[in-house]
C-alpha cells in the first residue's frame, strides 16, 4: 500500500470547499498557492511539534498552543504549518484557516483516502456507560465478522481486532482518529465501534463523521468545569450532535430530556428506537429465573429479532439497559440473536463492576463511577445487593476537570452512603484536600461518617477491613488503574482492585 500524501493545491480545493481558507504566507500573502510552495509534498500530518520533519504539515491547535512549538518544529527542518493565525517571524510557509480544527478534520480526511467512509460506524454517547455499552457491541460483532471490528474506547483502542493499546482519550484526537481508521481499513476491518464522547464534539474531533448507527444512553450534569463544558446546556448540546450525525439511533426512552432527543431525531429526519426497563420499542424486563445477571427483551415489533432472554457477567439493572442497546445495534449491523445470546455471558469490562466477597461475605464492588449517575446506579444496586448493611465508599475526584462532578458525587454520598473515606484521585495539579473539601462541602446528610485520607491505599485497605458481613464497599474511580495522576505525571499506585484483591 502506497504512502499517503497531499500538496497545497490540494489542500487549498478542501478548505475553499469547506470555507475554511484565509490565505497562504509565503513571500507574500496570497489566495493561491503561492509559487514557492508548489513543489511541496506532505507525506504525514502532525499537531506534535516533536513529531515533524521536512515533509510534514504541521497544526498548531490548541488553547495551550506555543509559538515556540512551531519554532521547534521549523528547527528540525518543518517547511510548513496551518493555524489560525499567521506567525510572521516563522520561516515556514504558512496556510491560515478560519477554524483549525474543522480544517484537521477536513485535510485528514482527504489525506487518508476517507476511510470513514469504509467502515460500518456505530458511535456511542451518554454520562454512564458508554465503555460497557460499547464492548458489549464490539464482542457481538467480531463473533458476527470473524474478529474484523475496530474499537476506539476509553480504555483500549485496536485497528486489527487482535492487538489492544492503552486509550489516552475516550475519543482520539482528529488526526490519530482518521489514522487510526485508515489502519483498520488496511487490515481488513469492516466495523467500526466507538465511544464519542461530547469534547468530541466540541474540540470537532469527529467532524465529518456519519455514523451509521447511534446510541445514546442517557444524560446527566457532567464535564462541566473551565477547560471543558461552561454549563450542562453546552454539554447536552455537544452529546445531541450525535444525533444530526448518524443515520439511526437507538435511544433509552427513560432518559432524561428523552422529549428534546426525540423532537432532534424528528428535526433531522432520523429514524428513532427506543428501548427501557418496562417502556419503548424494546422492554428491559426482569429474568423469570430471578437471577440478577439475566434480563429479557420483548417488543411487539421484534423487526430485529432479538426477543428473549439474555445472561451477562455483570451486575445491575443499568448494565441490562446498556446490554439491550448493544443487541438492538448489533443486530441492526448484522448479527444475530444466538450470537448475542452466546457472546454476552463472558463479556467482562476492565475496571468495571469487578464484584469480589470478602471472607465474612461483605461485597467489594470494584468501578470507574465518578460522577452522580453512576453513583446512584451502583448504590441502588447495592442496596439491592445487601439491603440491611453499610453503603461504604472510596472516592475523589480527579484534578483541573469536570469541577461540577463533586458537588454531585455529594449529593449521591448524601442520599446513599453511610460512611464515605475521601481520598486522592487524579489530583494532577490540584491539591487533593481541597477536591475533597468541596464534596465534603456538598454531603449534607448528617448521618454520613465522612473520614479524609489521602493515601488512597491506606483508604481502600481501612475500608475493606471495617466491611461486616452485610456491608458493601464501593471503591469508585480507579478501577484497575495502577497510577495516579500527580502534577502532570503518572506516579505508580497498586490499585483499586489489585489491592482488594490482595487483602481478599
Request: with cysteine; glycine share 6%; hydrophobic share 40%.
Amino acid at each position: 500500500m502506497s504512502l499517503p500524501t497531499i500538496t497545497p493545491h490540494q489542500i487549498r480545493g478542501l478548505l475553499i470547499e469547506a470555507n475554511l481558507l484565509k490565505e497562504f504566507i509565503g513571500q507574500e500573502w496570497h489566495y493561491t498557492v503561492p509559487q514557492e510552495m508548489n513543489d511541496l509534498i506532505f507525506t504525514s500530518l502532525s499537531y506534535d511539534s516533536r513529531q515533524t520533519d521536512a515533509n510534514t504539515l504541521f497544526f498548531c491547535k490548541g488553547a495551550a498552543f506555543k509559538e515556540s512549538y512551531l519554532e521547534s518544529a521549523v528547527a528540525q527542518g518543518l517547511q510548513c504549518y496551518v493555524s489560525e493565525h499567521p506567525y510572521e517571524n516563522c520561516s515556514a510557509y504558512g496556510i491560515i484557516v478560519t477554524d483549525i480544527r474543522a480544517a484537521m478534520a477536513c485535510i485528514a480526511q482527504a489525506f487518508y483516502n476517507n476511510p470513514q467512509d469504509q467502515l460500518f460506524k456505530i458511535g456511542i454517547t451518554g454520562t454512564k456507560g458508554k465503555t460497557s455499552c460499547a464492548y458489549f457491541v464490539r464482542e457481538i460483532l467480531a463473533k458476527t465478522t470473524n474478529q474484523k471490528v475496530a474499537f476506539f474506547s476509553s480504555e483500549e483502542n485496536t485497528v486489527d481486532g487482535k492487538n489492544y493499546q492503552e486509550a489516552v482519550l475516550t475519543t482520539p484526537e482528529t488526526l490519530d482518529l482518521y489514522a487510526m481508521m485508515a489502519e483498520a481499513v488496511a487490515n481488513g476491518m469492516t466495523h467500526l465501534v466507538m465511544e464519542v464522547s461530547s469534547q468530541a464534539y466540541k474540540t470537532k474531533r469527529v467532524s465529518g463523521i456519519t455514523y451509521e448507527i447511534g446510541i445514546f444512553l442517557n444524560i446527566s450534569p457532567d464535564h462541566i468545569g473551565p477547560v471543558e463544558h461552561p454549563d450542562f446546556d453546552d454539554y447536552l448540546f455537544c452529546k445531541r450532535e450525535l444525533i444530526h450525525n448518524s443515520k439511526q439511533m437507538i435511544i433509552n426512552r427513560q432518559s432524561d430530556y428523552f422529549e428534546l432527543l426525540k423532537e432532534t431525531c424528528a428535526a433531522h429526519q432520523v429514524p428513532l428506537i427506543t428501548y427501557g426497563q418496562c417502556d419503548g420499542d424494546y422492554q428491559v424486563l426482569p429474568a423469570e429465573s430471578g437471577d440478577p445477571k439475566s434480563f429479557r427483551i420483548h417488543s411487539e415489533k421484534d423487526i430485529f429479532l432479538v426477543n428473549g432472554d439474555y445472561q451477562l457477567a455483570l451486575l445491575g439493572e443499568f448494565n441490562h439497559d446498556n446490554a439491550t442497546a448493544a443487541i438492538v445495534a448489533a443486530c441492526l449491523a448484522g448479527a444475530t440473536q444466538e450470537e448475542a445470546q452466546s457472546v454476552l455471558p463472558n463479556v467482562t469490562i476492565p475496571g468495571r463492576m469487578i464484584v469480589l466477597e470478602k471472607q465474612n461475605g461483605a461485597l467489594i464492588i470494584v468501578d470507574y463511577a465518578h460522577n452522580y449517575l453512576s453513583f446512584k446506579s451502583l448504590s441502588e444496586l447495592a442496596h439491592t445487593l445487601r439491603p440491611k448493611g453499610r453503603l461504604i465508599f472510596v472516592t475523589g475526584s480527579a484534578g483541573g476537570k469536570a469541577e461540577s462532578r463533586r458537588p454531585d458525587m455529594g449529593r449521591a454520598l448524601s442520599e446513599y452512603a453511610d460512611k464515605v473515606y475521601l481520598t486522592s484521585d487524579d489530583p494532577n495539579f490540584e491539591d487533593p484536600r481541597a477536591i475533597a473539601a468541596e464534596i465534603a462541602a456538598a454531603i449534607t446528610a448528617p448521618t454520613v461518617i465522612i473520614e479524609e485520607q489521602m493515601d488512597r491505599s491506606l483508604a481502600v485497605q481501612s475500608a475493606v477491613a471495617e466491611a461486616t458481613s452485610q456491608d458493601i464497599v464501593i471503591l469508585a474511580g480507579k478501577g484497575a488503574e495502577q497510577y495516579l495522576k500527580v502534577n502532570g505525571q503518572k506516579e505508580p499506585y497498586e490499585g483499586d482492585l489489585q489491592i482488594a484483591q490482595r487483602l481478599l
